[in-house]
């Protein structure tokens, strides 16, 4: 098929729908977990990092800044907010009595799980009407997109010092 330069193909418009279409679920998904989280007087960190504690089970406050891309001082403060609201304690690891480890309480699957079961369900019925090829392909994209995602926040999240540096003076001025 030949195409004037510049022109969509049949290919790169349905490759445009699929970029929209990933923008389209990203921003739901986010408005999703806001929407949660302010339920329970959290932010979408707070309720997304509970979610890494639930997949990847206990975890350093070092763990959870490198998997965050939050400073040691904010992850600090953010498990403060989430063991005041009773969803996380802080435990010695028994492997290594000098570290401490962040473990999720049974209070999430009280309080925050029962919102996302309507939803998981939708989504489980979605899935078994896909062929293995299918499911394949999608596990293969959002598995390599949430990789690219971390890589991505982790440049950002570097960068964030060397930025603001460059654009603080080295010295502040004098008062006069």
């Known amino acids: 098929m030949s195409t004037r330069r510049g022109a969509k193909t049949g290919r790169d ?17 986010v408005m999703f977990h806001n929407t949660v989280a302010e339920r329970f007087g959290l932010s979408v960190t707070d ?32 498990i403060d907010r989430l063991q005041k609201k009773r969803l ?31 939803l998981s369900r939708r989504m489980l019925a979605r899935f078994k009407g896909y062929s293995d090829a299918q499911i394949e392909t999608i596990v293969d994209f959002l598995t390599r997109s949430a990789r690219e995602m971390r890589e991505e926040a982790a440049k950002l999240a570097s960068g964030r010092a060397e930025h603001f540096a460059a654009e603080s003076p080295a010295t502040e001025p004098s008062p006069e």
Do not use: C
């Open 47 to 78: 309720l997304k990092t509970l979610d890494i504690l639930q997949r990847l089970g206990p975890l350093t406050a070092g763990d959870l800044a490198a998997h965050t891309n939050l400073a040691t001082a904010s992850v600090t403060s953010l």
């Open 13 to 29: 418009e349905l490759i445009a729908t699929l970029m929209f279409a990933g923008r389209d679920y990203s921003t739901a998904a």
């Open 88 to 118: 996380v304690r802080r435990l010695r690891d028994l492997g290594d009595r000098r570290r401490v480890v962040v473990k999720l309480t049974p209070n999430l699957e009280k309080t925050i799980a029962p919102l996302f079961e309507s």
